[in-house]
T-cell receptor
Framework: TQLLEQSPQFLSIQEGENLTVYCNSSSVFSSLQWYRQEPGEGPVLLVTVVTGGEVKKLKRLTFQFGDARKDSSLHITAAQTGDTGLYLCAGARGRDDKIIFGKGTRLHILP | DAGVIQSPRHEVTEMGQEVTLRCKPISGHDYLFWYRQTMMRGLELLIYFNNNVPIDDSGMPEDRFSAKMPNASFSTLKIQPSEPRDSAVYFC?????????????FGSGTRLTVV
């Protein structure tokens, strides 16, 4: 059983469109992170959210932590080809717990 | 800082051979993690160290896998003997803290192919 479920698994859209990907769990997390991984490289941290209901923006990317701290979403506005990659969510259930990763959403932006 | 450095980037070996993967964490990071990534299972935590001491090795698949951290700037993951099902990308990551806001910094990975 995967503790962090990410959806969709794959998403292919045209450049300029908006999209949202999701990270869901039945468990409560003390913090949740989003990473982006490009082919041949390791994941790179994009953002960390720690407060229920928290919203963080990183240019065209908007991250939201659910009120109950069980889920999160990543919204991309006006997607660009450079946004292509594997988006991973990762969470820690307790302050001193190790981080666990979802399997990711593989995003492909078409020119 | 050069980031987390892993070597080699690619390794192709025959079944039964010993494989050693190497990692140099970011200076000052107290935590070091070894992950394995496959399409089927995603990123799996194998083992992690705090101040060079192994803390949790529950993710190590079997006795063929071993990891060491002889000092703060170097760690190895060894597979002996290797099997085709070990083929995956192995990542090393380091962190200032165990979890929370700092996040992990990953290396570029070692792509292992066992034939």
């Amino acid at each position: 059983t995967q503790l962090l479920e990410q959806s969709p698994q794959f998403l292919s859209i045209q450049e300029g469109e908006n999209l949202t990907v999701y990270c869901n769990s039945s468990s409560v997390f003390s913090s949740l992170q989003w990473y982006r991984q490009e082919p041949g490289e390791g994941p790179v941290l994009l953002v960390t959210v720690v407060t229920g209901g928290e919203v963080k923006k990183l240019k065209r990317l908007t991250f939201q932590f659910g009120d109950a701290r069980k889920d999160s979403s990543l919204h991309i506005t006006a997607a660009q080809t450079g946004d292509t990659g594997l988006y991973l969510c990762a969470g820690a259930r307790g302050r001193d717990d190790k981080i666990i990763f979802g399997k990711g959403t593989r995003l492909h932006i078409l020119p | 800082d050069a980031g987390v450095i892993q070597s080699p980037r690619h390794e192709v070996t025959e079944m039964g051979q010993e494989v050693t993967l190497r990692c140099k964490p970011i200076s000052g990071h107290d935590y070091l993690f070894w992950y394995r990534q496959t399409m089927m299972r995603g990123l799996e935590l194998l083992i992690y160290f705090n101040n060079n001491v192994p803390i949790d090795d529950s993710g190590m698949p079997e006795d063929r896998f071993s990891a060491k951290m002889p000092n703060a700037s170097f760690s190895t993951l060894k597979i002996q003997p290797s099997e085709p099902r070990d083929s995956a990308v192995y990542f090393c990551a380091s962190s200032l803290k165990h979890s929370g806001g700092n996040g992990y910094t990953f290396g570029s990975g070692t792509r292992l192919t066992v034939v």
